[in-house]
């Protein structure tokens, strides 16, 4: 071999061993992309998942902050329900005694001055009651409704609607439109219904 021959020979191993090392260089980007590619997949999932997790953190604390501010305004609205309870025999007692009144006005003017009096104790403490939302249930007339009422017996009224009340025992009270007591009532019975029995 001449000496051109050996060199183009030698140029030709070059070139194919750069060749050869550009290839390998080129697989080994190709590799370090495909892995920096995966693992920016990986950490743009991870990313994602935390998102989630944030917004489903926040929605559950305002979900969190909303019950606590409706559990604090049904505090406030009903706090004053056991003291309600508490009170309403002092309404009742003063009713009791103006009814105890009635039909007496020939006992003299001592009766008919404690009569005032307590009329006057107990508007005062009807609008006192009414100030903080407690409202007087007289359903007198009106249908028997057992949300609001309880029926203690039914009697024949020809002159009453059947299944209305026509006497009131005791008067419901209710806080904010809740039920505190209810009426104790008697119902008007129809005449033509069937019959019930009241000794069950």
Known sequence: MS???NRNEQVDE????????????QTDAEAEKKGAGSEVEALQAKVAEYQEQMLRS???????RRRSEIDVEKAHKFALEKFVKELLPVADSLEKAVESTEGHEEAGEVVANIREGVEMTLTLFMNSLKKFNVKQ?????????PQQHEAMSMVSAPDAEPNSVV???????????????PAMVVIAKAENGPKVDEQA
């Open 3 to 5: 000496a051109d021959e």
């Open 58 to 64: 926040q929605a559950e604390m305002q979900n969190v």
């Open 167 to 181: 006497v009131v025992v005791q008067k419901g009270y209710t806080l904010n439109d809740r039920l505190v007591r």
């Open 14 to 25: 070059e070139l194919n061993e750069a060749a050869e090392a550009a290839a390998e260089d």
């Open 137 to 145: 249930l007289d359903p007198v007339g009106e249908p028997f409704d």
